[in-house]
């Protein structure tokens, strides 16, 4: 597994978790190269961008769903991505997968997906 997430879980409305998303092997050597993403998915629904961060960590986007609530930041020595999550909605319940690629809103071949990590908010 290249990128792995971690974090997930159950917690009620109001609160806030955090996701992690480490990159190993060939992801892990590029990770400096590379923007990194979070998508969701919820039960039923397609994925959705939900935020973006440059290579560098200079620059962020957010889907307008989840800005002010939720933080985007990056670890370029730990090759490490983080989606802090604050005032969790029963609406944000999905599972959520962290991506590499040149561009996270726009698809190209380079992209690499990681293993999604469940997010559960009770109301």
């Known amino acids: 597994v290249q990128l792995q997430a971690s974090g997930g879980g159950l917690v009620q409305a109001g609160g806030s978790l955090r996701l992690s998303c480490a990159a190993s092997g060939r992801a892990g050597r590029t990770f400096n190269s590379y923007a990194m993403g979070w998508f969701r998915q919820a039960p039923g629904k397609e994925r959705e961008f939900v935020a973006a961060?440059?290579?560098?960590?200079?620059?962020?986007d957010y889907a307008d769903s989840v800005k002010g609530r939720f933080t985007i930041s990056r670890d370029n020595a730990k090759n490490t991505v983080y989606l802090q999550m604050n005032s969790l909605q029963p609406e944000d319940t999905a599972v959520y997968y962290c991506v590499q690629d040149h561009s996270i809103r726009s698809e190209t071949p380079a992209r690499t997906w990681g293993q999604g990590t469940l997010v559960t908010v009770s109301s």
């Open positions: 961060i440059t290579w560098d960590g200079g620059s962020t």
